[in-house]
Structure formats: structure tokens, C-alpha cells
């Protein structure tokens, strides 16, 4: 697609799939394209699939180590997290985790993989082995990266926790059956809009700035030039 025009350039034939993610890998400059049962990697630069990678299981999630180009993948029917060396087909390690893992996101002054895990903890992966879990009540499958004071925050059963330097904490912020997060650099603040029709700024210690009924939630987009969001 033209970013400029907004019109197709070409079409690039996949293998079918229940498309979830797609990912462009700064490490060998390929695009990761996550199916429910494989991950087809395409070289943007001619617009060509160059190869597929057969999943394990039935996929769920999937983020990639910006330092080292590592790809994690998570599986909703199995009790493991694969890492991937990029421009392989094969895992490099297979993590075994306590339960089913869920929603990943990539932290990025620790350079370490956060997993929502079924039996509500969260795992810190570093290193591509397990470095840390942690405990979060009722943790359900939304997590975001705030990047000013470097932390996690994770939605439980009755609000949004923070983990911040190893330390869970349980801030105000009211939890939600669906949600999206963005961070604001040009205020500083994270902006949320959840399924319960709130639009939340919050600050990055956790404390709400502000919260609005806005009768519909959604995802959000920031424009950066003049600070306005989109839902």
C-alpha cells in the first residue's frame, strides 16, 4: 500500500490462515506475518514470501526482540512460548510455561519479553529463559509498555496493575474486558480507551489525569504534529 496515495502497490500470495499480526523484523528488514498455524516471512524489498514457518500449535500472540531480532510466539493450546532466531524455521528454545500464555509485549530498557499467563501471573523472559513471574489477580490478556518510567501495566480482575522494577502494584485505573493504550510523548501521559466507553489519561506513575465517558471505545491512533487522538 502507498502510505502517501493510499492505494495497493501489489498483491503478495500467502499460504491461507487466520490472518492476527504482522511484524517488520529491524534485524534481517523481513516482515513476520502470524497465522493462526504458520509465519510467513516476506522481504519487502521485492515484495516476495521467501519462506513459512510451521507453528507448533494454534497461535495466539507474537512480538519480536528489536536488539537480537528474536520472535516469541505464544499458543492458545499449548503451555509453552517458542523463540525463533529470525530467518530460521526451527525454535531455538521452547519455554515451558505453568499454563496457557497469552498477550506479550516487549520491554524495552529491560530488553526482556512480559507473558500473560492463564493462572494469573505474568513472566518476565530475558535472555530467552524465565526471569521473573509475577503475580497479578484475575490478569486478563491486555498489557502495555509506558516507556518513561519503564513499566508494565496489566489489566486484572477490578483494576489495571503496574509492574514497575520488578513491583506489582495495583493502581486506580478500572479494569475492562477490552482496551487499547497508547503512550503521548508530546504530553507525556498514556491514553486509554476501554470497553467499559472510558477515555482515560493517565500519567506515568498510574494515577488518572482524567477520565470521560465517550459513549464508544476503540482503538486509538495519536498524531504527533498536533497531539490529537483518534478512536
Known sequence: MDS????????????SGQSIKMLFNEIDSYIYCLTNTSIHVIDPSINVLIFTISLSGIADDMVINPVNGDIYVSYNNLNIVDIFMYSTTTPIVSLSMSQIPSKMVFHD???????????????RISNRTIHTIHSVVGVKPIMFYEPINKSIFVYGN?????????????????????????????????????????????DPNGDIVSSVNIGNGGYL???????????
Open 4 to 15: 502517501y496515495f493510499g492505494i495497493p502497490i501489489t498483491t503478495i500470495p500467502i499460504p
Open 109 to 123: 530498557y529491560e530488553e526482556s519479553v512480559y507473558v500473560v499467563i492463564s493462572d494469573d501471573t505474568v513472566v
Open 158 to 202: 477490578i483494576f489495571v496493575n503496574q509492574i514497575d522494577n520488578g513491583v506489582v502494584n495495583v493502581t486506580s485505573i478500572p479494569s475492562a474486558t477490552s482496551a487499547d493504550m497508547i503512550f503521548n510523548n508530546t504530553t507525556g501521559e498514556m491514553n486509554i480507551s476501554d470497553s467499559n466507553n472510558s477515555y482515560i489519561i493517565v
Open 221 to 231: 491512533g495519536l498524531n504527533p504534529y498536533d497531539s490529537s487522538v483518534y478512536i
